[in-house]
C-alpha cells in the first residue's frame, strides 16, 4: 500500500501540525480534526486508516473513550503522549483496531526525524505497526520498540527528573532574585546552555511538564533515588576532606567508564557549535 490516509485528531497544534507535515511530505493524504475544525472527529475516523490523537494525556484518554468503538479491525488507533501504560490500555478497551502507542522523543521545532528517537509501544495488531515503523525509518529515524511500562519508567528518570531539575534551578535562581540578561555576563558555555534550557522549558506549554513530572507514577521513585544522591554528594563533596570529594566523583565515574569520553567529545561538539 503506497498512499494511506492519516487522520489526525489535535492536528491544529504544534506537533499534529509535524506530523502533517511528515506525512503529506511522504506522498500520504492528511485528514485534520481540532476544536475549530469544520471536520469532527467522528467524521476523520470514517475516512481515515490510521487515526492519531495529538493532545495532550488526558484529552487522549478522553477522546479514545469516545471514538474507539468507531473504528472497525482494518483501521489503526494510535497517540502522541509522552506517556504510554494510561492510553494504551484505553485505546485497547475501546476498541476492537490495531492499536500502538507512539513517543517522538523530540519537540515541534525539531526540522527533521533523521537521528532522531522514536518508541513504539505494541498493542494489538502488526499491519499498521509494521507500515508506520517503515515510514519513520525511510526518513532515518531511530525506532525501538519497548513495553508500555518500560518506556513509562524511562520516561520517569529522561523527562520527570530532567524537567524537574530545571524547574528548580529557574526556581533557585529567582530565589536568588539574579535576573537571566545579568546572569550571562557570568556564564560559561556550560552554564549559558543550561539558563538557555531553563528559559526553553517556561517558554513552553506548562500544562505539558506539569503532566511529564506529576502524571508518571515512576517519578516518585526515581525523584527519592536522586535526593539520596543528592545527600550522598552533600556529604562527600562538603565534607572538607578532598579524598572524600574524590573517591564519590571516581566511584561514579568508574560506572560510567567509556562514556565519559565519548560525552567529552560529543558535549564539545554542541558548545563549539552554539559558541564559535
Known sequence: ???????????????????????????????????????????LVKKSDIVVLSMPLHASVSLAEKIGPLLGKDQALIDLCSLKETILK????????????????????????????????PGRGEYWLKWLKKEFIKKDAVVTHMDAAAHDKNMALVQGLTHL????????????????????FCSTPVFKTKLDLVGRLFAQDLSLYNDLVGKNRYVKDVLEMFLASFDEAR????????????KFLENIRNFLGDYCQEGLKESGKILNSLYT
Open 1 to 43: 500500500m503506497n498512499k494511506v490516509i492519516i487522520g489526525i485528531i489535535g492536528g491544529t497544534g504544534n506537533m499534529g501540525q509535524w506530523f502533517e507535515k511528515f506525512f503529506s511530505d511522504s506522498g500520504h493524504t492528511v485528514l485534520i480534526s481540532g476544536r475549530k475544525t469544520e471536520l469532527t472527529c467522528e467524521e
Open 90 to 121: 484505553v485505546m485497547l478497551e475501546h476498541s476492537s483496531c490495531e492499536v500502538f502507542g507512539t513517543h517522538p522523543l523530540f519537540g515541534p521545532l525539531t526540522e527533521s526525524i533523521k537521528g532522531q528517537n522514536v518508541v513504539i509501544c
Open 165 to 184: 531539575l530545571t524547574i528548580c534551578m529557574g526556581r533557585t535562581i529567582q530565589k536568588m532574585n539574579i535576573p537571566p540578561d545579568e546572569a550571562v
Open 235 to 246: 556529604e562527600a563533596l562538603l565534607s572538607e576532606k578532598d579524598e572524600d570529594g574524590i
